[in-house]
């Protein structure tokens, strides 16, 4: 079993940019494509971003694309997201997930961490 573990939340003002971070035990790394979602209390899950194994391909949900990037490096068995430009609509619970697909769908990931808070206030 994939075993993830985010870090990298914080709280921060409106404006302000965060790096989360994701380490990958238990399989080769680079065999998954990794996606990151969010689910703020009381919403559902939504999709972020997802980075294909190789890094060649990268989706991001219109709600964060030009702000958010999504990268890879397979040499330290690490996704990351750069957040730029937060908001206090990007307030949520971020989890890191792998999964055999680029997908946008929760329910096509294997593995999941236990997530990391995002808070951002105005």
């Known amino acids: 079993q994939v075993q993830l573990v985010e870090s990298g939340g914080g709280l921060v003002l409106a404006g302000a940019s965060l790096r989360l971070s994701c380490v990958t035990s238990g399989r080769a790394f680079s065999s998954y494509s990794m996606g990151w979602f969010r689910q703020a209390p009381g919403k559902e899950r939504d999709f972020v971003a997802t980075i294909s194994w190789s890094g060649d391909i990268a989706i991001y949900a219109d709600s964060v694309k030009g702000r958010f990037t999504i990268s890879r490096d397979n040499a330290k068995n690490k996704v990351y997201l750069q957040m730029n430009s937060l908001t206090p609509e990007d307030t949520a619970v971020y989890y890191c997930?792998?999964?055999?697909?680029?997908?946008?769908?929760?329910?096509?990931?294997?593995?999941w961490g236990q997530g990391t808070h995002v808070t951002v206030s105005s």
């Open positions: 997930s792998s999964g055999y697909l680029s997908s946008q769908h929760y329910y096509d990931y294997m593995s």
